[in-house]
Nanobody, 121 residues
Framework: QVQLVESGGGSVQAGGSLRLSCSRD??????IGWFRQAPEKEREGVAC???????YYADSVKGRFTISRDNAKSTWYLQMNDLKPEDTGIYYC?????????????????WGQGTQVTVSS
C-alpha cells in the first residue's frame, strides 16, 4: 500500500470554493478516487481520474467539482466550486483501485486520513 495525504479542507460559506490536494508517496501514475463521508452516512464516491486521464463525477457534483493531477508532484487535486451545505463531510482520496465500479470504496486498497470540509448556509 502507498501512503496518501490529503490537505486543503476547511470551512466556507455556501457558494464558496476549496481545493483539496492528495499527495502520494510514490512517483508513479495512479488511478485516484475522491470520496466523502458525512456523519452517519456511507462513504460515497465524488470523482475519479483514471490512468488514461479520464474523469468521472457523481451526479451531485458535476459541473461544480473538477479532478486533476500534477504528475511531476505526484499530487491530485479536487477543485470544488459553488459549494453547498450538503457537500459537508470528510473527504478522502484513495488509490490502488482493483477494478469494478469507481464509486465502490471497497475497490481501493490505499486511503488517506481525510480532510474535513464544512459548508455553512
Amino acid at each position: 500500500q502507498v501512503q496518501l495525504v490529503e490537505s486543503g479542507g476547511g470551512s466556507v460559506q455556501a457558494g464558496g470554493s476549496l481545493r483539496l490536494s492528495c499527495s502520494r508517496d510514490t512517483n508513479s501514475r495512479a488511478f485516484i478516487g475522491w470520496f466523502r463521508q458525512a456523519p452517519e452516512k456511507e462513504r460515497e464516491g465524488v470523482a475519479c481520474l483514471t490512468l488514461g486521464g479520464r474523469s468521472y463525477y457523481a451526479d451531485s457534483v458535476k459541473g461544480r467539482f473538477t479532478i486533476s493531477r500534477d504528475n511531476a508532484k505526484s499530487t491530485w487535486y479536487l477543485q470544488m466550486n459553488d459549494l453547498k451545505p450538503e457537500d459537508t463531510g470528510i473527504y478522502y482520496c484513495a488509490s490502488d483501485f482493483r477494478g469494478g465500479k469507481w464509486t465502490d470504496a471497497h475497490a481501493y486498497d490505499s486511503w488517506g486520513q481525510g480532510t474535513q470540509v464544512t459548508v455553512s448556509s
